[in-house]
């Protein structure tokens, strides 16, 4: 049973629109949450992170929102641009192992210009 | 400024072959970690290691061994490669504190016919 879990494989979005990826976590040990960016033949890259005591964190045109009673986070991109059409994988760890990351399955983002 | 290289990107096995993926980084992370990555799983964590000469299980050890015998590398092992480890291979390297996350090699895809 996942316990990340991003349930749009895919996602299409207009160069300069909003692009909102979603995520849903089981765990309630998670403690900390992190985004990766992947493109096609190369490793995934960080992007940005929350801990648990925040709901938002924001980095350039990225913000990552966190709601804990939901268990739910998102990302926005705030405009969306060519370059970002990538694969998005979202990631948890406990607080109790912080360097064991669990991934979800990734969404693909297609930003069309 | 190679940050982590894996080695080799791409092979092809037949069942019951053995093979070793090397990875190696030069940031002089202490942990290490080797992912596969499988469509709609996301990355699973198979072994990781928390220092020279450390090596703990993941969440998908079975069919795989690691050695870290110096600190910059990690080596997993298939002993008897089987169809079902067809997959992309990551491997990666971080601090041993939250925050910053992982730092990811390009990926070795492996088939196994």
């Known amino acids: 049973d996942q316990q990340v879990k991003q349930n749009s494989p895919s996602l299409s979005v207009q160069e300069g629109r909003i692009s909102i990826l979603n995520c849903d976590y089981t765990n309630s040990m998670f403690d900390y949450f992190l985004w990766y960016k992947k493109y096609p033949a190369e490793g995934p890259t960080f992007l940005i992170s929350i801990s648990s005591i925040k709901d938002k964190n924001e980095d350039g045109r990225f913000t990552v929102f966190l709601n804990k009673s939901a268990k739910h986070l998102s990302l926005h991109i705030v405009p969306s641009q060519p370059g970002d059409s990538a694969v998005y994988f979202c990631a948890a760890s406990p607080k109790t192992s912080y360097d064991k990351v669990i991934f979800g399955p990734g969404t693909s983002l297609s930003v069309i210009p | 400024n190679a940050g982590v290289t894996q080695t080799p990107k791409f092979r092809v096995l037949k069942t019951g072959q053995s093979m070793t993926l090397l990875c190696a980084q030069d940031m002089n992370h202490e942990y290490m970690y080797w992912y596969r990555q499988d469509p709609g799983m996301g990355l699973r964590l198979i072994h990781y290691?928390?220092?020279?000469?450390?090596?703990a299980k993941g969440e998908v050890p079975d069919g795989y061994n690691v050695s870290r015998l110096k600190k910059q590398n990690f080596l997993l092992g298939l002993e008897s490669a089987a169809p079902s480890q067809t997959s992309v291979y990551f491997c990666a390297s971080s601090w041993p504190r939250q925050g910053g996350g992982y730092t990811f090699g390009s990926g070795t895809r492996l088939t196994v016919v």
């Open positions: 290691s928390v220092g020279e000469g450390t090596t």
